[in-house]
T-cell receptor, first 115, second 113 residues
């Protein structure tokens, strides 16, 4: 079945540690995105990538890093520089730029808790 | 400054009745709007969209209405079913927004039996 797989689903991290969230898609989509969701707020864009080996910052990229070495994969690293990393992270993909794709396909999310 | 606002955090509707979810926006450059539905512990799924050249788009039980002068859109679900209980997000995009969608905070819809 085609879809987006995020792992891990739940992750605990100590302060000062970097952590990497995995996102893999087998939909053959060109574009991939990382969003963050906090209680009472809409989704906020962290990073997005329209093509392999290229990515752009979203609204809240500080303290995060990404790579896009393969079309299928778009891992997100939450670094120790991120001041408030506890959140629900969602990865998504689309056929083209999200504006024209009509829809984003989302993974099930990864909940990161910093202890 | 929230450009997309869903002012009702939650809404409770009787099964079989109409559910109306509202969304307001402030950026007059927005010209494409989408609704997503999200169940707990899952990612959002696309529901329906509308371009600013239309004022209505229908897909089965779901209809989205766009009032550009009021900068307001609404999602109507008729008739409401128990499986419609979820959080609904409104999202908007502008032509010059560099592909970014701006999301509302969501409205939790509860369908009562």
């Amino acid at each position: 079945d085609g879809g987006i797989t995020q792992s891990p689903k739940y992750l605990f991290r100590k302060e000062g540690q970097n952590v990497t969230l995995s996102c893999e898609q087998n939909l053959n989509h060109d574009a991939m995105y990382w969003y963050r969701q906090d209680p009472g707020q809409g989704l906020r864009l962290i990073y997005y990538s329209q093509i392999v080996n290229d990515f752009q910052k979203g609204d809240i990229a500080e303290g995060y890093s990404v790579s896009r070495e393969k079309k299928e994969s778009f891992p997100l690293t939450v670094t120790s520089a991120q001041k408030n990393p506890t959140a629900f992270y969602l990865c998504a993909s689309s056929l083209k730029g999200q504006r024209w794709a009509g829809e984003l396909f989302f993974g099930e999310g990864s909940r990161l808790t910093v202890l | 400054d929230q450009q997309v606002k869903q002012n009702s955090p939650s809404l409770s509707v009787q099964e079989g009745r109409i559910s109306i979810l509202n969304c307001d926006y402030t950026n007059s450059m927005f010209d494409y709007f989408l609704w997503y539905k999200k169940y707990p512990a899952e990612g959002p799924t696309f529901l329906i969209s509308i371009s600013s050249i239309k004022d209505k788009n229908e897909d089965g039980r779901f209809t989205v209405f766009l009032n550009k002068s009021a900068k307001h859109l609404s999602l109507h679900i008729v008739p409401s079913q128990p499986g419609d209980s979820a959080v609904y997000f409104c999202a908007a995009s502008a032509f010059d927004s560099n592909y970014q969608l701006i999301w509302g905070a969501g409205t939790k819809l509860i369908i009562k039996p």
